[in-house]
Structures are given as structure tokens and as C-alpha cells.
């Protein structure tokens, strides 16, 4: 049982480059999240998804993209990166049901645009 | 929509002292509230949650939290520290209608521990 995986842990990009942080989770979680934090700011949600095929936008989401075509997998995609995006990106996975349960987080992902 | 107040970017105590981090939410409908500690180039890990009942809640590692609905406080405190509670500690909170999976973090308290 690994709990939510992110990768890559460290990544540069170019301003204007794509690319996709991947989260993956094992715990047969229904709800996942993104977010980023930045100094000063706490963390900000991104996206969200309640179950596979449904997603949402949360607090900051432009610039991004999401999919959930499985339970597993919620990858964040940055089409054309900005140095705003400059950021820890964080990925959250928890159960959804009659009981309050908790967000597992991942190490985080630390990407820098130049 | 919600919001936190953590008024402390840092806190330093010496090992063994008592400590309290301050969080303040604001909120117009009923909430659930969170303590999380990141330790650094970690993620986030729960210390503790408020849901209801006892406004008296105790975490993981010695830490506890009390609620307060009039002063809309969730304050942390730890009896006496020690030089692994180093890390930084979010408050957050979450809407009790949709649900602990928005959850709106504050800022962050940085507690720094030392001999």
C-alpha cells in the first residue's frame, strides 16, 4: 500500500513547454485533488474529482487541466506553462462516503518555470 | 465562502515549553476544521479534526486543539514541545454542505523548536 504517488518530484520547465504531473493513489479512494502552494499562501485548490469521469473546478484552476478516466489516476496538466505557475504542486486522495474521513496527501511536486 | 487566519508566519520555542499556533476561520454556515504539519519536503499529514461534539480535540504526537464557536478560533497547543515538532502547521477548513474535500488552507505557522 504506497498511498498517493506523485511524480516527477522535482521538475524545470520553459515557459510556454506542456506537461503533466501524475498522482496516483491505491487506497480505492473516489475523491482526489490538486493543490499548490506557494510562500506566503498556503494551499490553494486546484481541481477535484468526487469519482472516475467527474471533475470540478476549485479555487485557482486556470492554466490547468484534469481528467479522472480511472479510480487510480488524477493527472494535472499544464498546457503552456507560465513562470506564475512557478509552485508545490500537491496531490490529495480520500474516501467518499457517510463517514468523514480524511485527504492522504503526496510529497509534492516542485516545479519551476523559467 | 470560508477563510483562515493564521496570524503567526513563525513561532520559536525552546525545547520542552508549552506553544499555542492561532487560527482564526471565518465561515457563515457550520464547518469542520483541521490541523495538518508539514514536515519540510514532505507532504501533508493530519494531526487533528474537529467534526462535532467535544470541542476538545486531541491529535497525534501530544498536540490537542480546542473550538471556539463565538471567537471562530480552532487554536493548536502542545504542553511541551520537542525538537521533532519543527515543521510547518496549516489550519483549514472545510464546509460542513459540500462537504471536507474543498478544504481552504491558511497560511501556515512555522514552528521552529531549539535546544
Known amino acids: 500500500n504506497a498511498g498517493v504517488t506523485q511524480t516527477p518530484k522535482f521538475q524545470v520547465l520553459k515557459t510556454g513547454q506542456s506537461m503533466t504531473l501524475q498522482c496516483a493513489q491505491d487506497?480505492?479512494?473516489?475523491?482526489m485533488s490538486w493543490y499548490r502552494q506557494d510562500p506566503g499562501m498556503g494551499l490553494r485548490l486546484i481541481h477535484y474529482s468526487v469519482g472516475a469521469g467527474i471533475t470540478d473546478q476549485g479555487e485557482v484552476p486556470n492554466g490547468y487541466n484534469v481528467s479522472r478516466s480511472t479510480t487510480e489516476d488524477f493527472p494535472l496538466r499544464l498546457l503552456s506553462a507560465a513562470p506564475s505557475q512557478t509552485s508545490v504542486y500537491f496531490c490529495a486522495s480520500s474516501y467518499r462516503g457517510l463517514a468523514i474521513d480524511i485527504q492522504y496527501f503526496g510529497a509534492g511536486t516542485r516545479l519551476s518555470v523559467l | 465562502a470560508q477563510s483562515v487566519t493564521q496570524l503567526d508566519s513563525q513561532v520559536p520555542v525552546f525545547e520542552e515549553a508549552p506553544v499555542e499556533l492561532r487560527c482564526n476561520y471565518s465561515?457563515?454556515?457550520?464547518?469542520?476544521l483541521f490541523w495538518y504539519v508539514q514536515y519540510p519536503n514532505q507532504g501533508l499529514q493530519l494531526l487533528l479534526k474537529?467534526?462535532?461534539?467535544?470541542?476538545l480535540v486531541k491529535g497525534i504526537n501530544g498536540f490537542e486543539a480546542e473550538f471556539n464557536k463565538s471567537q471562530t478560533s480552532f487554536h493548536l497547543r502542545k504542553p511541551s514541545v520537542h525538537i521533532s515538532d519543527t515543521a510547518e502547521y496549516f489550519c483549514a477548513v472545510s464546509d460542513r454542505d459540500t462537504g471536507f474535500q474543498k478544504l481552504v488552507f491558511g497560511t501556515g505557522t512555522r514552528l521552529l523548536v531549539s535546544p
Open positions: 474537529y467534526l462535532s461534539g467535544s470541542t
Open positions: 487506497m480505492n479512494h473516489e475523491y
Open positions: 465561515s457563515s454556515v457550520s464547518v469542520y
